[in-house]
C-alpha cells in the first residue's frame, strides 16, 4: 500500500510538473509566434535540407555508439542491427517517464539473444554520455553577456568544469557516478567494465551526436532567418547540447517536452529575437520528431531483413 502510494505520488508531480511547463512555455510560444511578420518570411528550403541531414546524421551516431558497446560487452552484432535498435527504440522517449526506451531496446535485441542486463546497459550509458558531453559542450555559454552578469569569474569556472567533465568520462568515475544515481533511483547497479580505450570510440559518437544536434539547430534557423551567420553556430551549439541535456533529465517530460523550448526561448531570444525563437523551438520539434519517426521505420526494415535465422545463417 505505501509503495503504492508512493508511486502515485510521483506520478502526480510529474504531471503537474509536465502541465506546469507545458502551460507557460506553450503560452509564450504563442504569443511571440502570434508577432511574427509572416509576409517577411522567406524561408530557404536548402538549409532545411541540411538540417534534416544534420538530424539524420546523429541519429546514425547513436546506432553506431550501440553496435561498437554491444562488441565492448560480447554482443558483436552486425552494425546494421545496432543502429536499427537503436532507432526504433529512440520512439520510446516519447513515452512518459522515460523508461519506455529501456524496455524497448530489451525488447528488440531479446530477438538476437542478447542478455536483458546487457541490452539495459546500452541506451542508459548513452544517455548518461549525452547528457555530460551536452554539459561539457554548453561551456561556452559562460562567456555569453548573461554570464558575465550574473556569474562571477566565468572563465575560471569554464577551466574548471572542462577538467571536472574530462575527469567524469574516465571508466571508473563515469561508471561509478552512474551506479550511484541508480543507488539513488533504487535501481539495479551497472555490472560493466569498461576501459579508457573501449571508451574513446563511444565517447566520440556521442560527441558527434551532441554536434550534429547543434548543426541542426543552426540549419533551421538559417532556414528561417537569413541574418543568422556562420559565426552563431558554436553558441546554437552549446544551446543545443544544453536543451538537450536538460531535456533527458527532466524525467517528467517525454523527449523533454516543453523543457527543451522553453531552453530555447530563453537562450536565442537574445540572439535572433523573440518571435523567431518560438517559431525555431516549434520547428525543431517538429524537425526531431520527423527525424526519429523516419529512423524508426528504416530501423524496422531492417529488422524485418535481418532475422535471426539469416544473422546465424551469415555468422556460420
Excluded at 546523429?58 to 558497446?69: E, K, T
Excluded at 526504433?88 to 523508461?99: C, D, E, F, I, S
Excluded at 555490472?191 to 566520440?204: E, G, H, K, S
Excluded at 531552453?263 to 516549434?282: D, Q
Aim: charged share 10%; proline share 5%.
Amino acid at each position: 500500500m505505501t509503495m503504492t502510494a508512493s508511486k502515485l505520488g510521483t506520478q502526480f508531480v510529474k504531471i503537474v510538473l509536465l502541465a506546469a511547463v507545458l502551460y507557460f512555455v506553450g503560452a509564450t510560444i504563442i504569443e511571440r509566434v502570434a508577432d511574427v511578420e509572416w509576409n517577411r518570411l522567406r524561408p530557404d528550403f536548402r538549409f532545411l535540407a541540411l538540417a534534416m541531414l544534420a538530424a539524420i546524421s546523429a541519429r546514425f551516431f547513436i546506432g553506431i555508439f550501440y553496435g561498437v558497446l554491444l562488441r565492448h560487452l560480447d554482443n558483436p552484432l552486425p552494425y546494421r542491427i545496432g543502429m536499427a535498435v537503436s532507432w526504433m527504440a529512440l520512439l520510446g522517449k516519447y513515452v512518459p517517464g522515460k523508461m519506455a526506451i529501456f524496455a524497448s531496446v530489451v525488447c528488440l535485441l531479446a530477438r538476437y539473444q542478447v542478455n536483458a542486463a546487457v541490452s539495459v546497459i546500452v541506451p542508459m550509458l548513452n544517455n548518461g554520455m549525452a547528457v555530460l558531453i551536452a554539459l561539457i559542450l554548453s561551456l561556452p555559454l559562460l562567456f555569453s553577456s548573461w554570464a558575465r552578469e550574473t556569474i562571477p569569474f566565468s572563465r575560471v569556472w569554464f577551466i574548471m568544469l572542462i577538467v571536472a567533465g574530462i575527469v567524469a568520462l574516465c571508466p571508473r568515475v563515469f561508471l561509478g557516478t552512474c551506479n550511484f544515481f541508480l543507488r539513488l533511483m533504487k535501481r539495479p547497479r551497472l555490472d560493466v567494465n569498461l576501459t579508457f580505450r573501449q571508451m574513446i570510440l563511444p565517447v566520440c559518437f556521442v560527441t558527434g551526436q551532441c554536434l550534429a544536434t547543434g548543426v541542426a539547430t543552426w540549419c533551421m534557423a538559417r532556414t528561417l532567418s537569413p541574418s543568422v551567420d556562420l559565426y552563431s553556430m558554436p553558441l546554437m551549439v552549446s544551446v543545443t547540447a544544453l536543451a538537450g541535456a536538460l531535456g533527458i533529465l527532466a524525467l517528467f517530460a517525454p523527449a523533454g517536452l516543453g523543457v527543451v523550448e522553453g531552453m530555447y526561448l530563453l537562450m536565442l531570444s537574445p540572439l535572433i529575437g523573440p518571435e523567431m525563437a518560438a517559431l525555431l523551438s516549434i520547428c525543431l520539434r517538429l524537425l526531431q520528431t520527423a527525424a526519429d519517426i523516419l529512423m524508426a521505420f528504416a530501423g524496422m526494415l531492417f529488422v524485418a531483413r535481418n532475422p535471426l535465422s539469416v544473422l546465424t545463417e551469415t555468422d556460420s
